[in-house]
């Protein structure tokens, strides 16, 4: 009871926002159970889809790492809202949950595999009025996949055929789910390419809130480029501008974040020493680095939580998860 009521304290506070939290699945009523069978089978059949195209495409399957002595640092990343980095010791070392799977990318897409993928647990203890927001939880999986010696645009090319696939093959397999969920007639097969735009000429238009203003007036992905963020991200420095790419989806925002990477040395140093990035926790990056051993690379991450929202239509992203992860809420499972 104590559960149930803490739960709806929870659920009185989102509603202020008209934003459901999801219920932690042993207090779904039949037809709450019915709704998340139909969002799990669609997160199945994303996952499949989306598994089965990388494959196709001469990418290698690697396990997720849990935890490391280097993560993602999420900074100076403007978008980025934790309240705390999960770190432990084991074996007399100070090891860190992972945020993100980058730099394990970049070390492996350079030392051994050319074009790699991997479905990675991400923890991030968001701060918690984003439990408001819909779209946001402190444990989601991204599919992360990386490719030695590409551009920007072949990754995004790729992006965009496996988007607009998976969404033609789901309206053509899912119809039912769809129906059920009220998404059949308002998900469109995506149109490309993608529209392109630049951070900067969004800033110039909307302002600050750039983002939340344009996510609300699409219909189709676009991609968002230039974007200032962590160091292992493409920066010119002469003309002022990033390789970088975010795609955007329609009321649900970004669901992928990516770029063409850094691999020499001294702009490395020179990035973290600007951002006040420790260089300690990633000793092993900027050693391959200064050893010629860092390769070329471009990728991105492809958050599989909010990708499955946007075409279940879900109120709030927790619904995608069996076990939801609601910033500021921590349930039994």
Not at 158 to 172: A, D, F, P, T, Y
Not at 197 to 224: A, H, S, V
Request: aromatic residues 10%.
């Amino acid at each position: 009871m104590k559960r149930a009521q803490a739960f709806g304290r929870s659920l009185a506070i989102a509603q202020d926002k008209l934003v459901e939290i999801p219920k932690p699945i042993e207090l779904l009523s039949e037809s709450e159970i019915q709704r998340k069978q139909i969002i799990s089978k669609i997160m199945t059949f994303t996952l499949e889809y989306l598994t089965y195209e990388f494959l196709k495409n001469e990418f290698e399957w690697l396990l997720p790492v849990i935890f490391s002595k280097s993560t993602d640092p999420l900074w100076p990343d403007p978008g980025a809202s934790i309240e705390k980095r999960v770190e432990v010791e084991i074996y007399g070392k100070t090891v860190r949950a992972t945020q993100s799977m980058i730099v394990h990318k970049m070390v492996a897409c350079s030392l051994v595999q050319p074009k790699l993928f991997v479905f990675s647990p991400n923890v991030r203890i968001e701060k918690i009025e984003r439990a408001n927001s819909g779209l946001h939880v402190y444990e989601f999986t991204q599919l992360d996949f990386e490719i030695r010696n590409a551009s920007s645009r072949e990754v995004r090319n790729l992006v965009e055929k496996m988007i607009s696939g998976l969404i033609k093959s789901v309206k053509n397999n899912l119809s039912f789910e769809l129906s059920f969920l009220g998404r059949n007639h308002s998900l469109a097969i995506p149109e490309t390419p993608f529209r392109v735009y630049d951070r900067e000429e969004l800033e110039n238009k909307y302002g600050r809130n750039w983002e939340t203003q344009i996510t609300f007036e699409i219909t189709n992905p676009i991609w968002i480029t230039n974007v200032p963020r962590e160091f292992y991200d493409f920066e010119d420095f002469e003309k002022g501008t990033w390789d970088n790419y975010d795609l955007l989806l329609p009321k649900y925002g970004e669901v992928l974040s990516g770029a063409r990477r850094e691999w020499e040395y001294p702009k490395l140093v020179r990035k973290m020493e600007r951002d006040n990035i420790k260089q300690e926790n990633f000793t092993l990056l900027l050693n391959l680095a200064k050893q010629g051993k860092l390769k070329p690379s471009a990728g991105a991450g492809i958050g599989i939580e909010r990708l499955v929202s946007w075409i279940a239509g879900a109120r709030h992203v927790g619904e995608t998860q069996m076990f939801p992860k609601i910033p500021g809420l921590v349930y039994d499972l």
